[in-house]
């Protein structure tokens, strides 16, 4: 057999969300699509954990939203979205939380009826609902709704949100200015193995270097045979897996390394963590395996992008971020124009050792062997 040829798609065309103002202030996104009888409504809520005033606040809001409303028992929420197989999520992060509701075209109506008695209508512990009445508000809001889409859809979604309440002034939260340490340990005398992470605070996805530092990121340990991996796993044996990553968020974002190690050997794996970003900042990276890097990242956008939600999941992170679906491709191109100069250059810049973060959960303390 014959492998077929190889092709790396250099245009992405994915639709631009259609936007339309609701009169209380809130925003609402439309993304529609008839190839599948499905549709997604996604209520986006600058409510995460940065903005909470005690801890796992934000989580426990978000999660008791379904836990019986004015009007239905917790049992009753669940047992009316289970009879016409529909979906209900709810996803918190440092800045926001997602709650999505999906469900098959025709049975909307109902489902709709369900999200409006939990976005609306829930109840909650007097020490919890303080929060609840500060940041889930038309002002503190975008919608995000994906599928088979038309006017009665369009129109049920958004009188939805326009019963969402206007506050008095647009949720803020008052952030310290950040400060880290070198190292830190966290002993537990048990453990047999050592939760390693390794990494620096940088920046959001807006910076020039965002996506440059994505590629440095995969080709460290963003894929199953990236160097990190064929390192600790392939040649030590010291660790199942091992990734790496840029990780997003409103104000900061940062590169991340994160590996479960035996806790015999978290020194020796600590050691070749630094000397993989140390040979990559100071050895120029082969064409080749930078080839495969960039089309492994150009083939998860393609994943990512597959279906309706797929696309209204990005698009969220998109407008999250202050751009559009144009983005995309943008980021595709600058994907695919790196350099082995190039990526050298962002890991001499932006990963010296002595701007690294490292820390270690475990039985052994490594600091003295590293």
Known sequence: ?????????????????????????????????????VLRFTFVFRAGSSMQHAPFAAS??????????????????????????SYFEVNVDRDYVYISFSSLSKFFAPTLEVAEQILLQPLFPENLESLY???????????????????????????????????????????????SEAYRFVERPDAVQSSLR?????????????????????????????????????????TYGVGAAMVNFEREGYLGIAAQVGAEVTAPALREI?????????EP?????????????????????????????????????????GVIEENIRR??????????RLAVKYLRREDLITAVVGAVNPKHEI
């Open 198 to 238: 390794v990494g620096r605070l940088l920046f959001t996805r807006t910076h020039p270097d965002f996506v440059g530092m994505q590629v440095v990121a995969t080709v460290l340990g963003g894929y199953f045979g990236s160097r990190l991996m064929q390192n600790l796993r392939g040649e030590h044996g010291y």
């Open 133 to 179: 009445r500060r940041l889930y508000t038309a002002e503190n809001c975008l919608v995000v709704c994906s599928g088979r889409i038309g006017e009665e859809e369009l129109q049920g979604i958004g009188a939805l949100a326009e019963k969402l309440p206007r506050a008095d002034r647009s949720a803020t939260a008052e952030f310290p200015a950040p400060r």
């Open 60 to 85: 426990a809001t978000a999660n008791m939203l379904s836990e019986g409303s004015r009007d239905m028992t917790a049992r009753q929420i669940a047992e009316q979205l289970d009879f016409y197989g």
């Open 335 to 344: 994907i695919q124009a790196i350099t082995p100069a190039e990526v050298q």
């Open 274 to 282: 630094y000397n993989e970003i140390e040979r990559l900042r100071r």
């Open 285 to 325: 990276m082969p064409e080749e395996e930078l080839s495969l890097v960039k089309n492994i990242m150009t083939g998860e956008v393609m994943r990512i992008l597959d279906g309706p939600f797929g696309i209204a999941d990005v698009t969220i992170e998109n407008l999250l971020c202050g751009t559009n679906n």
């Open 1 to 37: 057999m014959k492998q077929p040829p190889l092709i790396t798609p250099r245009e992405v065309d994915v639709p631009r969300a259609q936007r339309h103002t609701l009169p209380n202030g809130a925003s609402l996104y439309a993304i529609p699509s008839d190839d599948f009888e």
